[in-house]
């Protein structure tokens, strides 16, 4: 059985970021000032899935008012057009490499504008203490995960040949071994720096210069003007009514909608009579899933150059109709290029009930392998997503907002329970979002027994390249073969597939109790007092 505690608990695919979090909440932090800390040692500790070089979104929720989100997702290079790119001799952006370092990272902004909503909370804790088990951890040396072994050993050959990648993540040219250590000293540097200048200087500041700088050197078309002109914004989250309580989701360009409309149809369906087990339960929630796949394919991009809200895409109608393309004995039609991705969600929730659901990414393993000279930030490669056909929906532009398969989940139920929860994994985000809510909510199982039970992955993944649907091997045998007798194409995993993801889920009870579930996929922990 789970511990429950009352003071604070948070959640992590790192154990090392989830105690960093919980240190912050003993000393009286909230749930921002835990985030933060949890992002800064997760970003040292688990390093081929986060980096400050990467995006970020957050979903929060202070009791008696609606959750707000923040979009810390960085643009395109004003120098990043079609005419560039081909002028490169592509006829694709790379995923590796300087032309796919094309986006700002916000990562950081989000961080700022998080704590700027933390001082209204009466939030006093300074940056340095936020960030110094990150830069303890990266000075000492952090200890290699089997995880980070396995995703460097698989990536070698396309990641070594990249600007400081050798140098700062291989020994003797080879992936380091599992258990054991190396450090991170430039990183721990520009921490440390942050800390004491303030985080906009990532921005606007020397950390800034020497950033531009060494995108410059390597062929990147990103410029200390791009940086300047960076900021986080504060929004309104996608919602959506269930017959469970209200569900909110992170706005485009993320696929928060997908996570919501999966849901939507679910509950028009009805699940409770199922087995969360077995074929039936497996079966719709895959068809939802192609069904809200079809509508992001069709609309979801940088908001400002999508033809219809996000929220739009969620109403009654939408729904009601992608419900009626659902056929319960029959696999609709599948077999396209899914999208991969390597992420982190964390949850924290404080002891004043404030919640929040947060997810940071750099795309791929190591982003686009580049490690800056001077400040030892990987760079992400989101911008690897946008297309260089001038029709496409992500066709790239000057400051557009890559497509981002991130989206932090939050709960709010009818009985008064609160539940930040998330994953990672690309196109698996939605789908494991899609197990833990409904394994709690329509089948009453704890977070822990939600996340630990057997999953289920359509499509490609990080490490995974085929589009099959692909089930974990606890899954009975009956299942298998009523899901291959359905039409669909079943791949058999391992027992506990790292590939279907790192889930988490927190959960605030109606009296104040709180528990929470993390991922044995994963190398994370649940962690409170």
């Given amino acids: 059985m789970s511990p429950t505690y009352k003071n604070g608990i948070a959640v992590a695919p790192h154990a090392a970021a989830a105690e960093a979090a919980n240190h912050i909440l003993q000393e009286g932090g909230n749930a921002i000032e835990a985030m933060v800390a949890a992002a800064a040692t997760i970003a040292v500790v688990y390093p081929h899935m986060t980096a400050i070089g990467g995006d970020a979104f957050w979903v929060i929720h202070e009791p008696g008012k609606s959750p707000i989100a923040i979009d810390a997702c960085g643009g395109a290079a004003k120098n990043a057009t079609i005419d560039y790119y081909k002028q490169?001799?592509?006829?694709?952006?790379?995923?590796?490499?300087?032309?796919?370092a094309n986006t700002v990272a916000g990562t950081i902004s989000g961080w700022d504008a998080a704590l700027q909503l933390s001082r209204t909370w009466r939030g006093k804790m300074p940056v340095s203490m936020l960030v110094a088990d990150a830069i303890k951890r990266?000075?000492?040396?952090?200890i290699v995960t089997k995880s980070q072994f396995a995703s460097t050993a698989a990536k070698l050959a396309e990641l070594s040949p990249q600007p400081g990648f050798s140098d700062s993540f291989l020994v003797e040219g080879k992936a380091p071994d599992a258990g054991s250590r190396f450090a991170l000293p430039r990183l721990a540097n520009t921490l440390e720096y942050l800390a004491k200048a303030g985080?906009?200087?990532?921005?606007?500041g020397d950390i800034s210069q020497s950033i531009a700088k060494d995108l410059a050197?390597?062929?990147?078309?990103?410029?200390?003007?791009?940086?300047?002109?960076?900021?986080?914004?504060?929004?309104e989250p996608l919602r959506v009514v269930h017959s469970e309580g209200m569900l909110y989701n992170?706005?485009?360009?993320?696929?928060?909608?997908?996570?919501?409309?999966?849901?939507?149809?679910?509950?028009?369906?009805?699940?409770?009579?199922?087995?969360?087990?077995?074929?039936?339960y497996v079966h719709l929630c895959v068809e939802a899933t192609k069904q809200a796949f079809a509508i992001r394919d069709k609309y979801v991009t940088d908001p400002l150059h999508m033809i219809l809200r996000g929220q739009s895409l969620l109403e009654e109608v939408v729904v009601n109709a992608l419900v009626k393309n659902i056929r319960k004995d029959r696999a609709a039609p599948?077999?396209?290029?899914s999208q991969p991705g390597d992420t982190v969600w964390m949850?924290?929730?404080?002891?004043?009930?404030?919640?929040?659901?947060?997810?940071?990414?750099?795309?791929h393993e190591f982003g686009c392998g580049i490690v800056l000279n001077e400040s030892g930030v990987n760079w992400q490669n989101r911008g690897a997503s946008f297309s260089l056909d001038p029709k496409a929906l992500l066709a790239i532009k000057p400051g557009k907002k890559p497509f981002h398969t991130l989206n932090p989940a939050l709960a709010l139920f009818k009985d008064g329970r609160i539940m930040p929860y998330g994953t990672m994994g690309g196109d698996g985000q939605p789908q494991t979002q899609c197990a833990v809510f409904t394994r709690v909510a329509n089948f009453g199982m704890s977070p822990q027994d939600a996340i630990t039970a057997p999953r289920w992955l359509l499509g490609r993944t990080w490490g995974n390249p085929s589009d099959t649907l692909k089930l974990e091997s606890r899954f009975d045998a009956a299942v298998f073969a009523e899901l291959s007798a359905r039409g669909h194409e079943v791949e058999r995993l391992g027992e506990f597939d790292e590939s279907v993801g790192h889930a988490g889920a927190l959960i605030r009870e109606k009296d104040g109790n709180l528990i929470g579930g993390f991922d044995p996929r994963s190398d994370g922990g649940v962690v409170g007092f």
């Fill in 88 to 100: 490169q001799g592509v006829d694709a952006i790379p995923m590796r490499g300087p032309l796919a």
């Fill in 138 to 142: 990266a000075r000492e040396g952090i």
């Fill in 199 to 204: 985080l906009p200087d990532f921005y606007r």
């Fill in 217 to 235: 050197s390597v062929g990147s078309p990103l410029t200390r003007e791009d940086l300047a002109g960076h900021e986080a914004r504060f929004c």
């Fill in 250 to 280: 992170m706005i485009p360009p993320t696929q928060g909608v997908v996570s919501l409309l999966i849901l939507s149809i679910l509950d028009k369906l009805g699940l409770t009579s199922l087995d969360p087990l077995g074929a039936d």
């Fill in 334 to 337: 599948w077999g396209k290029e």
């Fill in 347 to 363: 949850g924290v929730i404080d002891g004043e009930g404030r919640a929040v659901s947060f997810i940071q990414s750099i795309y």
